[in-house]
């Protein structure tokens, strides 16, 4: 490990070796339905392997029949591979979602369908599986062929193969294994994340380009090449999700998150809180925890 000085504050420079192991068990985002567990969505976590850039495989087994329905879908700074499984021998169909910085809802049609599998990728990981650049990728919905066409092309038959929700993980995970390319894997992004997840996305970009020897240009290139979006964009995201994973632990306090994330007070915590959810951060909360309650 070695350090860099920058205006007075001291940053742990570390191996992107060591990254790989420890950021995924640091930083794991939540969507706006965390706790959901049911017949609609269902969430497998990757074999070890693959944890450092898998968040998690998700989806439903087929065939699922359900009544039309709008799903809020907030900012986790994760991007999705999702496939469909049609009934009758219908092609599976491919898409790509990139990173989203603001929420939406996801009208679910009704009738009978045949079942979804997805595959969550951490930001940082998706480089090294695409075959393209994912510049402009932000908000975006792309036919999956058209960024992983060999990856798509290999997924479809698994997706037949295997009925279940965990059958499709595990032969998933097997293939994403054997697709992935380290050698893609940018050292100073990854860098960069670290250090924006150390000071809890509340690090400005100048002194972080200086800790990691590169402009602050050559930083926002990297950043729209790999994940899609500026850095900065990327900071305020990690904070509100890493704020957003602090609001449903037990002993969440409000003036302790406004110290903690480094808002100026707790009415500029609460916008851009609800900037990105929509709704406020005690009503976020209460959406949540309605599934548990469901569950039980």
Known sequence: MTTA?????????????????EFHQLYRPLTAHPFQDNALYREIPPAPALAPWVRCFWGTDCPVTQDPGRTLVTPDTCMDLILEIQQAGAPVTCRFCGINDRSFESVSPG??????????FYPWAVALFCEDSLANSKNGIFPGESLFPRLCRELAPIMETHPTLEG???????LLLSHMHLDRCSETLLQA???????????????????????TRQLERLFQTHMGLSPK?????????????DALCPGFHIQDAVFRYGFTDQAHLLHDFKKFHTMTLSQAQAHAWKDVGFLQ
């Open 111 to 120: 009738g009978h369908l045949g079942s979804i599998f997805g595959i969550r």
């Open 5 to 21: 000085v920058a205006h007075d504050i001291i940053y742990l420079i570390m191996p992107a070796e060591v990254i790989f192991v």
């Open 168 to 174: 499709r993980a595990q032969a998933a995970g097997a």
């Open 233 to 245: 964009t990327f900071a305020c995201l990690m904070r509100y999700q890493l704020l957003w994973c």
């Open 193 to 215: 994340s670290w250090e924006l997840l150390r000071s809890r996305g509340s690090l400005r970009m100048a002194p972080l380009s200086r800790s990691l020897h590169v402009s």
